[in-house]
């Protein structure tokens, strides 16, 4: 992989339970030791550089001629010590104070946790303005990202669903007219996306069931503990798959997706898969976000407000082919008119000769 890709270095990127006192106990319980670091440690600390990533990456800069320096996620960019390039382009989506607010949004949140998150909250705001103005250039996926402090030069590099770069792979033929079969895909070991679901089948699925006993739930991605999938079975109507090879097969076999997301930033891009294979998808508010102008609610998608929307929603779904399909062609449509390779390629390109010219004009002056 690393020749085939020219890759120079892999780097295990430090967690919070690296850091002292918690780093002494992590090889015993390291699962507690990063839950109490995470917690308790100043969010300052946490976005400065760390060694030995930023000790590797500052050998790799003094011995390789980069032009551009890319990084994601702005505390694992300053972690790593990339702010220090001078000419760094962080793609901050997700930013760290958003999804903060969202989870204080988020149902069912303790009350604990939420005094623990507006105490970050307020350390972080501060931390994140400042760190995003090291960066020479900023790029969001969400384009109301951009009245955010400090996010106000970042231009929007849309998320894109898995495709080829030709895109010439068609929708999936619609689902057959009595389909009960909706589909949930996400990678399980981020814990919004358990918590998500779990609030799902707490507030929406019996009535779902009850109003469609039929109807069926299939829970697929990538890294599905073990505990998670026992969980599941028990739970009428939920068919827990896990990780599977072919996504659009799974599309194939369902009849709309669901992304009962309460939390997180930027944008989701799995909305942007289910539409792209020709399936609609009920989405949360927060899966919503940053879609607002490209995929109307009610012509592309279904957007529910509340866990009564959600259930309601889904029944129509699973019950009303016709309304599916025509929210599913329009998905689609909109997909490939508003989410092109090519824009991503423009946009990637414009960032970079900027940077690039600002970056020969600083050293001339």
């Keep these: 992989m690393r020749e085939h890709h020219g890759l120079r270095a892999v780097l295990r990127m430090p967690v919070s339970g690296d850091l002292k006192p918690y780093r002494w106990f992590r090889p015993v319980h390291p699962r507690l ?25 500052a050998r790799l800069r003094a011995t390789g ?56 909250l307020r350390q972080l705001v501060p931390i994140v303005t400042q760190g995003l103005s090291r960066f020479s250039a900023l790029w969001v996926s969400n384009p109301d990202d951009r009245a955010l402090p400090g996010l106000e030069r970042a231009q929007v590099l849309a998320n894109l669903p898995f495709y080829s770069t030709s895109g010439a792979q068609q929708s999936l033929d619609p689902a057959p007219r009595g389909c009960r079969t909706a589909v949930i895909v996400s990678s399980w070991h981020y814990e919004p996306n ?67 997301v309460f939390s997180g930033g930027g944008t989701n891009i799995k909305v942007l ?61 909109a997909v490939r008119r508003h989410y092109s390779f090519e824009g991503f390629r423009r946009t990637v390109s414009e960032t970079v000769e900027h940077v690039l010219i600002a970056s020969d004009n600083a050293r001339q002056t």
Excluded at 33 to 57: K, M, T
Excluded at 66 to 85: E, K, N, P, Q
Aim: aromatic share 8%; charged share 25%.
């Design 33 to 57: 030791a990063n839950a109490l670091a995470s917690y308790l440690v100043g969010q300052a600390r946490l976005y400065r550089p760390r060694p030995p990533v930023s000790d590797a990456i």
């Design 65 to 120: 001629d980069y032009d551009i320096v890319v990084g994601r996620y702005l505390r694992y960019a300053m972690t790593a010590g990339l702010h220090l390039h001078p000419r760094c382009i962080l793609d901050a989506d997700d930013v760290e104070t958003e999804v903060h607010r969202s989870r204080l949004a988020e149902p069912g949140v303790p009350a604990w946790r939420r005094m623990v998150l507006r105490r970050h």
């Design 194 to 260: 358990a918590r998500g679901l779990k609030i799902f089948l707490d507030g929406a699925w019996p009535e779902i069931r009850r109003s469609c006993p039929d109807a069926v739930l299939r829970v697929i991605g990538s890294k599905m503990s073990p505990a998670l999938r026992d969980r599941l079975a028990l739970v009428p109507g939920v068919e827990p798959v896990g990780f599977v090879e072919d996504l659009s097969r799974a599309y194939e076999d369902c009849a709309f997706a669901i992304a009962p």
């Design 273 to 333: 898969e289910a539409l792209w294979h020709g399936r609609t998808c009920l989405v949360t508010r927060a899966a919503y976000r940053g879609y607002q102008r490209t995929l109307p609610a009610g012509e592309c998608l279904e957007v529910a407000e509340d866990m009564d929307a959600l259930a309601s929603s889904a029944l129509r779904l699973y019950t009303d082919p016709d309304y599916r399909n025509r929210l599913a062609t329009a998905g689609a449509a």
